[in-house]
């Protein structure tokens, strides 16, 4: 079954005066299941699309490791 990636955008968080100044990327995905919404939060603008999701071969799981496994 191949990666089924919904959508691919940038972003700015703003809540009034509390705007972040740092630009986002959200990929929303399927989980490797084929259930799940999984959005994916990161600062990763170098990387395809296909490279952050295969960096989270555990995409559908909780995890604490992800920030971890998108810095390196």
Known sequence: M???IL???NVIL????KRMTHLLRIIETIDNKGNN???IITNRFDLSTEEVRSRLS???QATPEI???LRD
């Open 2 to 4: 191949g990666t089924k």
């Open 58 to 60: 555990f995409v559908g």
């Open 7 to 9: 959508r691919d955008v």
């Open 67 to 69: 920030d971890r496994v």
């Open 37 to 39: 919404l999984v959005p």
């Open 14 to 17: 703003d809540k009034g005066k």
